[in-house]
């Protein structure tokens, strides 16, 4: 397969890896995430997001959750739906979705909305805004 490429294609290679990643590491460092807000009240995440879960080591998926006035929550990613329940109270905001249950945190600022879901095993998490 060397023989195929020049060898002065084949000895950039390096080099683009450490151009891609600097350019993905800048990317990622331009985007800080709002601060983190208590959710005293559900209607202050009702709604429809949209955004990516990750399960373990794998690839990330579109995510799409909604949460509704009295709770519900309903998620679908890769074609799947599943059903659960968010509580809002004087502690943490935790959703069950499911057979998991875990931690929810909201976060806004600048105009910016955040739901950061994590699942409590570390099984998944995910990352969502209000879908537009």
Do not use: H, N
């Amino acid at each position: 397969m060397s023989r195929l490429v020049p060898r002065r294609l084949r000895d950039l290679r390096p080099l683009g890896a450490v151009v891609l990643l600097a350019v993905v590491c800048g990317l990622a460092a331009c985007a800080p995430l709002p601060p983190a807000r208590q959710v005293a009240d559900i209607g202050l995440i009702e709604g429809r997001w949209q955004g990516q879960i990750k399960f373990g080591f794998g690839g990330y998926q579109l995510f799409y959750p909604t949460i509704y006035p009295d709770g519900r929550l309903v998620a679908s990613w890769d074609g799947v739906t599943r059903y659960g329940q968010v509580t809002v109270g004087p502690g943490p905001t935790r959703f069950s979705l499911y057979i998991w249950s875990g931690s929810l945190d909201y976060l806004e600022g600048g105009g910016e909305r955040v739901i950061l879901m994590k699942e409590d095993f570390g099984s998944w998490d995910a990352i969502v805004r209000p879908l537009k």
